[in-house]
Structures are given as C-alpha cells and as structure tokens.
C-alpha cells in the first residue's frame, strides 16, 4: 500500500518499504573554488562516502545519475527500509534497507512522486541488504 504522507511507498513486486531518512541539500555545498562541470567528476567518487556518512546509514548505497557532464543544483539522498528481508525473506527476525541518492534541478513541489519514480528505478532485491531487527 502507497501511503506517501507517513512515508510509506508500495514497490512493483507488492514489497512496502518506508522512508527512513531524507537529505536534500545543494550539490556543491561547501565547495570553495572550481566550476560546476569542473568538479562534478570530483563530487561523484566522492559520493559512496559522503552520502552514507550524511544518512548516518551504513546501508547499500545506490546512485541514480544520468551521467550529465554537470551535475544538476541539488543532491538528494534516502533511506528506506522494508520489514521484510531480501535474502532471509521468512525469517521474521530480518528486515531490509537501502540508501538512494539522486539529483534534481529543482526542488520538487511534490516530493513524494520523485521518490516514488526513483524506488521504480532500483531493483530492491538485488540491492538492498539484510539486517537483523534484534541484534
């Protein structure tokens, strides 16, 4: 069930996962010198690390980009979680996370359906991980 307003999105598969954590900032926040198609290229190795460090998430990390030589004005990134597994789909014990990360060039007056279009793009079984609810 599709229920945006408390965060919770329905996957093509049935699968509900729910918003745990959303981030937009500017993208070349706190870069101090360079032009954007200059250090776009920089901003994007650095994304596997900065990202999670910024989610506050040690999730799988996916990064949806167009591959545009200047990236667009905003960053956004996600955590999402499912209460079911991926690898341990019927052990009760395990739920599953990820982390997107994408960019816009505005800041969208309706939120919900980016992320909606962003979760259709990934394959949450083949990129999401298992974690254990009860450590």
């Given at each position: 069930?599709?229920?945006?307003?408390h965060?919770r999105?329905?996957?093509?598969?049935?699968?509900?996962?729910?918003?745990a954590?959303?981030?937009?900032?500017?993208?070349?926040?706190?870069?101090?010198?360079?032009?954007?198609?200059?250090?776009?290229?920089?901003?994007r190795?650095?994304?596997?690390?900065n990202?999670?460090?910024?989610?506050?998430?040690?999730?799988?990390?996916?990064?949806?980009?167009?591959?545009?030589?200047?990236l667009?004005?905003?960053?956004?990134?996600?955590?999402?979680?499912?209460?079911?597994?991926v690898?341990?789909?019927?052990?009760?014990?395990?739920?599953?996370?990820?982390?997107?990360?994408?960019?816009?060039?505005?800041?969208?007056?309706?939120?919900?359906?980016?992320?909606?279009?962003?979760?259709?793009?990934?394959?949450?079984d083949?990129?999401?991980?298992?974690y254990?609810?009860?450590?």
């Amino acid at each position: 069930m599709t229920d945006p307003l408390h965060g919770r999105y329905a996957l093509a598969d049935g699968r509900t996962v729910s918003l745990a954590r959303l981030l937009i900032t500017p993208t070349y926040e706190g870069v101090l010198e360079g032009r954007p198609a200059s250090i776009s290229q920089m901003l994007r190795q650095r994304l596997a690390v900065n990202v999670p460090r910024a989610l506050g998430c040690p999730a799988p990390l996916v990064i949806l980009d167009d591959g545009q030589a200047e990236l667009p004005p905003y960053r956004w990134a996600a955590t999402f979680t499912s209460p079911r597994g991926v690898q341990r789909a019927d052990n009760p014990d395990y739920s599953s996370r990820m982390s997107l990360c994408g960019f816009t060039s505005i800041i969208p007056a309706d939120i919900h359906a980016m992320i909606a279009e962003a979760l259709a793009a990934v394959d949450w079984d083949a990129d999401a991980e298992d974690y254990d609810i009860m450590p």
